[in-house]
């Protein structure tokens, strides 16, 4: 090969001069260009690009992974590791690592993952800010974080201080949700993941926190089970929650129905997809890293999506190899998976991985030289600097890596295999037994090299089922391993690779293709000639609407001799889809037992985790959820999640024949009911406190009424009050009106009469209209559309609709499409709601409020 390397330049380049170079490097495909330059391209904190395309890019790492190669004995050749990376074709450094490489212009580290926590030895309010000072601190480096709950006391216990009794676990979750919204993160929220155990008697209010609106929005939230409460579960009997929920002796002790608890964890997984679940025995059992328990290394918590269980203050990076890159002849009958070669890269992705740890540990020292350097008070950057240290030790104690794959759909279909069927599982499991094993023995030959990671003992780990499963497998490289140790503590996980898939233009991870073919739209003006219009939205905008093949179904027509570039009819499509491999291979397609199975089956052969989603239909019983985790939990996952659809609503268009849009909300009476349930939402705008009342029917806006909190009008609710009844009444003359009704914290009934006169009359007429668009069904994002569109003159009416605004998108279904907005940072069109906030699917960048 005769690639030539270049120093990295100081030119810098234009937003549309680096997207339109990386357009055409990717094929023209929008998406993956739009996505690496705005979250993978070279650039300084003030924004300025210093790469035109992903080449310069692989160039970076490169030299970077061969300044580290040369470090040690036989090193790569620099033209070996580039043309790994080249073109994202067999391994690809995912998310940190990949921006971070050879960034010399900001302060970051390259890990994807982060855990802290004081392994549950302290619930005082000192140690809680610490967690939630550290987070903070680590999340403005980039890095994803978890951290467990169950060391805080329950709700009613006893404190030495002036409340007297504790507040529980749900206050300190919108703390740590709070933290995660406010800090950004290259034009992205924070990611957050918060767990606790089944047997905290507080695990009820946590599975629960999160259904109050607006409420724990910056994390998602597992539940650590314990196999005692799984088989109480399966016999129908008691379990015994406790804390200290480590303890032998426990200073509370609360017996509840397994059975009751289970049900509102399925309940709420087939409502809205959460709470995961966390099968804690498995991993703490199965855990290579808990050998070493007595030297910090205790899991306690994962990582935001679940595929990295981790101890206090340990670390991880990741790292994805493209699976379809070994199928030599794809989508061909004589297609076959060249095992030679995948062996042969996964030594090398190993090896790559450990190269990484060394920078790493460069990146952590370059931080603990910033917070030296800053000017602030010792005692402010005391818990900051100790935070690193504590992350450094871990890092060169465990060198722990990542390694995981990518494609996995697209490989199955390329050899001409059914995802799900038996025979797809089969394989599945043989490529991932594969890797486990080569990986392992790639680490063994490192620490021939290099030496063995410092704490190695292989008297610690003769016990562990996944080391004995190599042991069986291979019984020479268990032996090398006894006599030279290995490099890393744990090596495998398999993430999700959301925009590392993008880039590979394949299936993400190791899930199924989610659609072969599906629609996009994009904004046009109706004035340009040669353009056509196929939808026109409530505002007036026009779009036109394109058939998208996904990447490799694209390749499979190509080998095929089918027409890529027909316009084809729906019918056609159809019958496309029916020849090629792709067919009852969706993610709605595959089997759920059949997909658990296979979970169960490759996650013998990873030794952290796997983040794989199981998606039901919408008409899926809470029932069906419940059989699919308890046979997560018989088949040995250590994780798992359901996606019912329509749970949270999905941003593509599924290209099937168009119906006219349904009313989502037809079953509402025109007539409005006596009573409604309410929720009370409180905002603020500017310095000024404002109140909302919105009237609901099945969970869903039938009228809001907005104003002013004002004293003087009895508008001054209590804070803890966050549901009451909207009341249809009339006065002394007979005049209808609606009153509030809550109960206060004794149980009495506390109403507020007449809302229609404690608010501005002009709010009162916009509020009727606004309340008249939502009892006839019109889609709340299309109603928050319009009342944005309204040209309003006084400021305090503009106020007001900006309230109602934020108050009525919190009831937009999680994935909505923004119809008609524009993102802020890349002026994509393809805007979703998430939480109430808008967020860019192309380059991740969120606007809330």
């Known amino acids: 090969m005769n690639t030539k390397f270049s120093k990295p330049s100081l030119k810098t380049y234009s937003q549309e001069e680096a997207y339109q170079a990386s357009l055409k490097y990717f094929n023209n495909d929008d998406l993956a260009a739009r996505v690496w330059v705005n979250k993978y391209a070279l650039k300084d904190s003030i924004g300025n690009i210093y790469e035109l395309t992903p080449h310069q890019m692989h160039t970076r790492i490169t030299t970077e992974l061969c300044r580290i190669e040369n470090k040690y004995k036989n090193p790569l050749p620099k033209e070996k590791i580039f043309s790994l990376l080249k073109n994202f074709k067999y391994i690809v450094p995912q998310g940190s690592p990949m ?52 060391h805080i006391r329950p709700k009613g216990s006893s404190v030495k201080n002036s409340a007297l009794t504790s507040t529980g676990l749900v206050p300190f979750m919108e703390r740590y949700s709070n933290s995660t919204r406010e800090v950004a993160q290259d034009g992205r929220r924070g990611a957050l993941m918060l767990s606790v155990a089944i047997n905290h008697p507080d695990s009820e209010d946590f599975i629960d926190a999160k259904l109050a609106q ?46 009751h608890l289970w049900n509102k964890i399925i309940h709420n997984a087939w409502q809205s ?17 808990d050998c070493y328990s007595d030297f910090g290394f205790k899991t306690v918590s994962t990582n935001p999506c679940g595929e990295i269980p981790l101890c206090p203050y340990d670390s991880c990076r990741l790292l994805a190899i493209n699976l379809f890159s070994y199928v030599d002849k794809p989508f061909t009958n004589n297609a076959s998976f060249n095992f030679k070669l995948f062996k042969e890269h996964v030594a090398y992705a190993q090896r790559i991985m450990d190269d990484i740890i060394d920078l790493e540990l460069e990146k952590i020292e370059g931080i603990i030289n910033k917070i030296n350097a800053d000017p602030e008070d010792e005692t402010i950057k005391h818990t900051e600097r100790n935070l690193w240290i504590n992350i450094k030790q871990k890092a060169k104690e465990g060198r722990r890596t990542g390694i995981g794959i990518t494609a996995e759909g697209d490989m199955l279909a390329a050899l001409g295999i059914q995802y799900g069927s038996d025979q797809g599982n089969t394989f599945s499991l043989k490529v991932h037994k594969t890797l486990a094993i080569e990986a392992y023995r790639a680490s063994i030959n490192l620490a021939k090299e290099r030496g063995a990671f410092p704490i ?34 744990a090596l495998l996980t398999i993430a999700p690779t959301g925009t590392t898939s993008l880039m590979t233009q394949t299936t993400s991870g190791i899930e199924p ?10 904004k046009v003006n109706p004035n340009d000639k040669n ?11 026009s779009w036109e609407e394109y058939v998208v093949f996904h990447h490799k179904f694209k390749h499979w027509m190509e080998v095929n001799g089918i027409n890529i570039n027909k316009n084809y ?4 499509i159809e019958e496309l889809i029916k020849k090629s491999p792709y067919y009852k291979s969706t993610s709605n397609d595959v089997d759920w037992l059949s997909k658990v199975k296979m979970q169960g089956a490759i996650q013998k052969w990873v030794d952290h985790s796997i983040s794989v989603t199981i998606n039901l239909p919408n008409n899926a019983t809470e029932k069906l959820v419940g059989d699919l985790y308890l046979k997560a939990w018989e088949v040995g996952c250590k994780g798992v999640t359901v996606y019912r659809d329509g749970s949270r609503s999905g941003v593509l268009i599924a290209n099937a024949t168009k119906n006219e849009e349904k009313n989502t909300l037809t079953n509402f009476p025109i007539k409005r009911p006596d009573i409604l349930t309410a ?23 039938y009228e809001i009424f907005t104003g002013l909190i004002d004293d003087e009008n009895g508008l001054l609710i209590p804070h803890y009050i966050q549901k009451g009844f909207i009341l249809k009444s009339k006065n002394k003359k007979g005049e209808r009106r609606y009153d509030f009704q809550y109960k206060d914290k004794r149980g009495y009934k506390v109403t507020i009469q007449g809302l229609s006169h404690k608010f501005n009359p002009e709010f009162w007429n916009y509020a009727k209209l606004i309340s008249s668009t939502l009892r006839y069904g019109m889609p709340i994002d299309k109603i928050v559309n319009l009342i944005n569109s309204l040209q309003l003159d006084t400021k305090s009416i503009n106020t007001w609709k900006n309230g109602v605004v934020r108050a009525l998108k919190k009831y937009i279904a999680n994935g909505t499409k923004a119809k008609g907005q524009k993102c802020e940072s890349c002026k994509s069109n393809n805007v979703i709601y998430q939480e109430g906030c808008l967020i860019c699917k192309d380059c991740g960048s969120s606007k809330c409020g």
């Open 99 to 150: 921006a971070g490489i050879g960034n010399p212009y900001q302060i970051a580290s390259l890990s994807n993952c982060f855990v802290i926590g004081n392994n549950g030895l302290s619930d005082s309010y000192g140690g809680i800010m610490k967690t939630d000072q550290e987070q903070v601190q680590l999340m403005k480096r980039r890095g994803g974080i978890g951290h467990d709950l169950s």
């Open 214 to 259: 607006g409420k724990i929005t910056g994390a998602n939230v597992s539940v650590r089970i314990d196999n005692e409460f799984m088989q109480a579960v399966k016999t129908k009997s008691k379990y015994l929650q406790k804390y200290p929920v480590f303890s032998a002796n426990p200073k509370q002790i609360k017996t509840i129905k397994a059975e």
């Open 273 to 289: 997809a959460e709470p995961g679940i966390l099968f804690w025995d498995t991993i703490i059992n199965e855990s290579v890293p």
């Open 456 to 489: 190695y003992n292989s008297e610690l780990e003769k016990q562990n089922p996944f080391i004995n499963r190599l042991k069986e497998a291979d019984g020479k490289l268990y032996y090398d391993m006894l006599e030279y140790g290995r490099r890393n503590i």
């Open 513 to 522: 293709v989610f659609m072969p073919v599906y629609t996009r739209r994009r």
């Open 531 to 541: 353009i056509r219009v196929d939808f026109v939205d409530e505002v007036g905008d």
């Open 569 to 572: 009819s729906q019918k056609e």
């Open 679 to 701: 929720d009370v939402v409180r905002f603020q705008n500017n310095k000024e406190k404002w109140i909302a009342f919105v009237g609901l029917i099945n969970d869903k806006p």
